[in-house]
């Protein structure tokens, strides 16, 4: 989904600089405070007022503004019954009310709040039962009277938006086209712009086909409130609209301010007093297949995290309405291959990249009646074969085994020149070198089919069928075959790339680049509970950032999250590959290091003090000198699980703090901090690191 970022961001930082960019008649246009509802859940009326107080004032974040509206409730019925009779951005939650208490305010408000992001707001500095909140759906945990006011709007803005990531990637999943590809086109759009409007969100969505034959628009679908679809299709210019300007320019429109915009806009749309429009290109190998666009009836400044999930859905919509235009025609002109339509099936029903690998050779090997299928995903600018998937009897001796013998062969070949190679069996291919010749005499390779994989201009892999000597060459019917499998192949391998970075997005901390909460504890879990089966040591380690406050009130949030961001990379660049990082909140860092005993653990600890402390951060003139507090423990009887290890972890960080800062505490079971490293022991610790 990056490629098209890379235009934006080369041309302009911000969206309505690039609205400029593509129309210098347009005015500066003011952008509206997005006002977020807030259902407070608290039955102490102090707390109530506390809350309300500091969220009074609007806050300026990445460039928009946001205000909030309370709503409070003191028990779990008022609040269950204003959730049935109001909408709302966020609900925040004590976890005892009257009637309800702990986990089981928790489960209720989730029962009808699923949707919602949740964070708890509680008296209790409770490290399992926050653990248990968290893994119950619950977004965040934050302890009265210990957050401040620019603490308690980060947490609520990052609860949004890991909830709207969530909800996102569950989106872009329903998009996939129905396993048995019988799912109607105008469905399956309509099906993308009621989550494009849900999840971005818009006042409407629409989506138009382009045929590029005919030079017309040929199929549309809206859900734009009180008008209706075929009065909208109508209004499209085939010339001279901005839907038009869209697919000649293949790029994305974004306009702030339409009423003063000179992009050729539907003057039904202006009277309608619509402000803002954003329209992305549906491209397939550099083809416009249609646009993707929203309207909204306020000015919106749409963010980075905006524009990628409506280009994921653009990049979706283009790659669904191949595939089913696709499908039909592979149904209509071969009926009688039910081979190919089970391959056909299983490739459009694939996310995941080994499954979607597996299907695409298993499928190949089907239809063509191969002795043996490769894919082979290949990265020929860094001269990398990235992996190797096959089917069939002996084809582990045909796989190339470097990306040399790979490039000799006939899938360089293949490669450099873009198309279909076919080889017929016993008798030399002057397209391949010796050594490869050779090679193919020996393993025992007959006809060889080869064919690139290329989606949007790309090279992503190549698919090769081998049969065997006394098997009969491939047939030109074989070529077309392979060339319809390598199209729907390469369109459901980048499909399922697209979803692995979209699912990764969901469990990444947008401002470090590490582990969020919630994927450090998916992750830390399986790896603790591995050390503990086999008895392994395994150590836990809580960083928290000296004076953080003072940086922030000092020279502003702006240089508190690139001091974040740097600390996190400096740790990151100080660990092991399988040691395990994550963001624990707020200024707090936390990291489980597997094998780690106590003093390797505390040396551990010591490198990684040292290493921010002798690095004064410095950005955008201002220059700071940043330490951290480290609390460390290990796996023992009395820290048998993860929640314990961490508590106690948090104590030695405690004791850290009470001790001055910028320094390292280990806990040990018999509630006894272990002091800092002597050199000896940090030196014997680097070796163990570096093993």
């Not at 989106?171 to 086209?177: D, F, G, K, Q, S």
């Not at 749309?269 to 402000?275: E, G, S």
């Not at 469990?507 to 504890?521: A, H, K, M, V, Y």
Request: aromatic share 6%.
């Amino acid at each position: 989904m990056w490629y098209i970022w890379l235009i934006l961001e080369k041309e302009c930082r911000e969206f309505p600089v690039l609205q400029k960019q593509i129309d210098p008649m347009n005015n500066e246009t003011s952008i509206e405070a997005r006002r977020l509802r807030l259902l407070l859940v608290e039955d102490n009326l102090t707390d109530q007022k506390l809350l309300q107080a500091a969220l009074r004032k609007p806050v300026h974040r990445s460039g928009q503004m946001y205000s909030f509206a309370v709503d409070c409730t003191g028990t779990i019925a008022e609040a269950l019954a204003a959730l049935q009779q109001n909408e709302y951005d966020i609900v925040v939650t004590d976890l005892y009310l009257p009637q309800s208490e702990g986990v089981e305010t928790i489960e209720r408000l989730l029962e009808v709040a699923h949707h919602l992001p949740v964070v708890v707001l509680s008296g209790l500095d409770d490290e399992e039962l926050a653990l248990t909140a968290v893994r119950l759906g619950v977004q965040d945990y934050l302890v009265k009277a210990t957050y401040s006011t620019s603490t308690l709007v980060r947490t609520l803005l990052y609860a949004i938006e890991r909830k709207q990531m969530e909800q996102r990637l569950a989106a872009i999943a329903r998009t996939e086209v129905a396993q048995d590809g019988e799912e109607r086109l105008d469905n399956l759009l309509r099906r993308i712009c009621e989550l494009t409007r849900q999840f971005l969100p818009a006042t409407g969505a629409g989506l138009v086909l382009w045929d590029k034959q005919q030079q017309e628009f040929n199929l549309g679908v809206s859900n734009f409130p009180g008008l209706e679809e075929p009065d909208i299709f109508r209004r499209l210019r085939p010339c001279g609209g901005i839907t038009r300007w869209i697919i000649d320019n293949k790029r994305p429109v974004v306009v702030s301010d339409m009423a003063s915009s000179a992009l050729p806009f539907n003057q039904s749309v202006l009277i309608a007093d619509h402000k803002s429009f954003v329209g992305v290109p549906l491209l397939n190998d550099n083809e416009a297949l249609g646009v993707l666009y929203v309207i909204n009836q306020q000015n919106r400044l749409y963010r980075a995290a905006d524009m990628d999930f409506l280009v994921s859905l653009a990049q979706r919509a283009a790659a669904a309405v191949v595939r089913i235009q696709l499908y039909q025609q592979i149904r209509a002109a071969l009926r009688e291959t039910d081979n190919l339509y089970q391959a056909t099936r299983s490739l459009i029903a694939s996310t995941n990249m080994q499954e979607t690998l597996t299907a695409v050779v298993e499928g190949t090997r089907s239809v063509l009646n191969a002795n043996a299928v490769t894919v082979v995903r290949v990265n020929p600018e860094e001269k990398r074969l990235e992996s190797i998937v096959f089917t069939g009897d002996g084809v582990d001796v045909h796989a190339a085994r470097s990306f040399e013998e790979f490039w000799d062969g006939l899938g360089g070949w293949a490669i450099r020149n873009q198309t279909v190679a076919f080889s017929p069996g016993g008798v030399p291919d002057e397209r391949e070198s010796a050594a490869a010749q050779a090679r193919r005499m020996t393993t025992g390779a007959g006809s060889v089919l080869v064919a690139p994989l290329n989606v949007r201009g790309r090279l992503i892999a190549t698919l090769t069928a081998i049969n065997r000597p006394e098997q009969p060459n491939f047939t030109p019917s074989h070529i077309k075959l392979i060339e319809l499998l390598g199209n729907q192949a390469a369109m459901a391998i980048e499909n399922a790339e697209l979803f692995a970075r979209t699912e990764q997005l969901a469990n990444i901390d947008g401002l470090t680049g590490i582990s969020n909460r919630r994927f450090f504890f998916e992750t830390a879990q399986n790896c603790f509970a591995t050390a503990q089966s086999h008895n392994d040591p395994v150590a836990v380690l809580l960083v928290d950032l000296d004076h953080f406050k003072q940086i922030n009130d000092q020279y502003g949030h702006a240089m508190g999250d690139q001091v974040l961001s740097i600390v996190a990379k400096r740790i990151r660049a100080g660990l092991r590959e399988h040691d395990i990082f994550g963001r624990y909140g707020g200024e707090e860092f936390v990291l489980l290091l597997p094998g780690a005993t106590a003093k390797q653990a505390s040396a551990t600890a010591e490198r990684l003090r040292r290493r921010i402390e002798m690095q004064p951060i410095a950005w955008d003139g201002h220059q700071a000198l940043v330490t951290i507090s480290i609390g460390g423990a290990i796996r023992t009887a009395e820290c048998a699980d993860l929640s314990s290890l961490i508590r106690a972890a948090d104590r030695a960080l405690y004791l850290s703090k009470e001790r001055g800062r910028n320094r390292v505490s280990l806990w040990d079971e018999n509630n006894r901090e272990w002091q800092l490293p002597n050199e000896k022991l940090l030196s014997k610790a680097e070796n163990w690191f570096h093993t």
